[in-house]
């Protein structure tokens, strides 16, 4: 495992994936990201680029875990106001999750790890997860509590020095921080807004989309966020799901 040019499957050539499976390497991380718009400042694959992070950091505090390909799009309707937003239905969403878990079971991979990324995402991981692991020998492990995955984001924020509020996460502090941790050039600081502040309910902007609560797609005041924040915010949100991972896989 040691030799491995990268703990991301897709870096790797298929001998040097068979050889990690050899010699132990038999979980996968897979995250479900999207590819939607997250207000003027933030590009639109904001999500599937949390998702690349965070499955590769949640692999390496693992110690014997890959990071396979964030699944995109996703589940995004409520976003299709905003001109670049790529969505599809549940069931295709679900499908698609099947078919990764049924390839990585084939290959021997014996545990694996959904991680959303997206909001709209988490019901139907839920949904499809159990399904699955009825299906396919391998033990499919469903991390995806969206209000505890707002949570440890929110904490983080506090963490790294931000103190403020978000309600509910989408292109403000939180997301904009990720960004900078990952890749500040992404972030286009000319044009930092602010969007609708306070209490929003989820199920009006699910029912009636983002553009009945935020004319510019963002909730919250992205110009609060940093780096720093956002290093500690992915931090809290692996150190969380690994040890719920270690769990799972104790159990079996």
């Known amino acids: 495992m040691s030799s491995l040019p990268s703990i991301r499957l897709e870096a790797c050539t298929w001998t040097e994936v068979e050889s990690a499976l050899e010699s132990g390497m038999r979980t996968a991380v897979v995250a479900v990201g999207a ?3 997250h207000g003027p400042h933030l590009p639109l694959i904001m999500d599937t680029l949390a998702g690349d992070e965070l499955a590769r950091r949640i692999a390496e505090k693992l110690g014997d875990a890959f990071a396979a390909p964030t699944i995109r799009p996703g589940c995004s309707g409520h976003h299709m106001e905003f001109p670049g ?3 599809v239905p549940p069931e295709t969403l679900m499908d698609v999750i099947r078919s990764y878990c049924r390839s990585l079971d084939e290959h021997g991979f014996e545990h694996i790890a959904l991680v959303p990324t997206h909001g709209g995402n988490f019901a139907p991981v839920n949904t499809v997860a159990p399904e699955i692991g009825r299906e396919i020998d391998a033990n499919v492990v ?15 924020l506090h963490a790294g ?19 900078l941790a990952v890749d500040e050039g992404l972030v286009r600081t ?5 969007g609708h502040e306070g209490e929003v309910s ?5 029912s009636d989309g983002f ?13 609060a966020a940093t780096a720093e924040a956002g290093e500690e ?3 809290a949100v692996a150190d969380a799901y690994v040890e719920r991972i270690e769990t799972e896989r104790d159990a079996v």
Do not use: C, W
């Open 233 to 235: 915010i992915f931090e």
């Open 35 to 37: 590819i939607e718009q």
């Open 161 to 179: 020095g931000v103190e403020y509020e978000e309600s509910v996460i989408h292109a403000g502090a939180v997301e904009t921080a990720m960004v």
């Open 85 to 87: 937003t790529i969505t």
């Open 211 to 223: 553009a009945s609560i935020t004319e510019n797609g963002v909730l919250g005041d992205p110009r």
């Open 202 to 206: 989820t199920a009006r902007l699910l």
């Open 142 to 156: 469903a991390v995806a509590d969206l209000h505890e995955y707002m949570d440890r984001q929110k904490a983080g």
């Open 190 to 194: 000319d044009e930092l807004a602010v």
